[in-house]
């Protein structure tokens, strides 16, 4: 039983089935036949007229991009209707959005196993290189192991403060579009803004469904290449 918000994603392959609507509204049913019953909602929908060999499609983009602001999960009729692409498909997780075909619900599972076994024998790979060069660095007689204690470097904590931001500033460009949605129909305060936000049920940077107006400002400064 479907539970959460998702987000409906169909796609046509050919100009003609856009316009006439072929193959739109049995897509349409079976996502509506796989959200019937439980505690849903549907927050957007996109459709896309574009060929399943290329994978720069703007409505998708448009579609993860919602998924995450809202933190809502991507539902499509079939899995062939994202692309024929097995690495396209793994690149989802990449963009920090979960899917659903509604054609195969457990599909996203297969997808995550398989990249799991892929990660598994990276990390194998990268603990085969690891003991090599330790092992070549002891036979120079370097002298290997130190303080586990160490605190964490300057450079370190730096990075992961670099990191943080960077997240912060890909959160306020995905809510960009929302922004600036709300500004042209005429709600351009911040109390204003974190009002409608927050009827919108679109989550805080901490995840919270309040907005307050001192949220909104830093992330309009982030927007505007502030800090």
């Known amino acids: 039983m479907a539970e959460g918000a998702f987000v409906s994603y169909c796609r046509v392959s050919t100009a003609r089935q856009g316009k006439s ?8 049913e079976a996502v509506s036949r796989y959200l019937n019953g439980g505690q849903w ?9 574009e060929s399943g060999k290329r994978n720069d499609r703007p409505e998708l983009a448009k579609a993860l991009r919602a998924c995450r602001v809202y933190g809502a999960k ?10 024929r692409d097995a690495h396209f498909l793994l690149g989802l997780e ?43 660095a002891k036979k120079r007689g370097v002298q290997l192991g130190g303080d586990r204690g160490a605190k964490l470097s300057r ?9 943080q931001a960077a997240r912060a500033t890909e959160r306020a460009a995905d809510l960009g579009p929302i922004i600036r ?7 351009t305060s911040l109390n204003g803004l974190a009002k409608a936000l927050t ?8 995840g919270s469904n309040t907005w307050s107006a001192v949220q909104v400002a830093r992330m309009i400064a982030r927007l505007r290449g502030g800090s």
């Open 94 to 136: 990449k963009a920090g959005v979960d899917f659903v075909a509604a054609d195969m619900p457990h599909a996203n599972r297969l997808t995550v196993g398989i990249m799991a076994m892929v990660a598994d024998e990276e990390r194998r790979m990268i603990s085969q290189r690891t003991k090599a060069a330790l092992a070549a």
């Open 74 to 83: 991507l539902v499509i009729a079939k899995l062939d209707r994202l692309s």
């Open 21 to 28: 609507g072929l193959g739109l509204e049995a897509q349409r």
């Open 41 to 49: 909602s549907l927050v957007a929908e996109f459709t896309e007229v």
């Open 199 to 206: 009827q919108r049920m679109v989550p805080t940077p901490r």
């Open 181 to 187: 949605d709300l500004e042209a129909n005429g709600i």
């Open 155 to 163: 450079t370190a904590r730096q990075a992961g403060r670099d990191a």
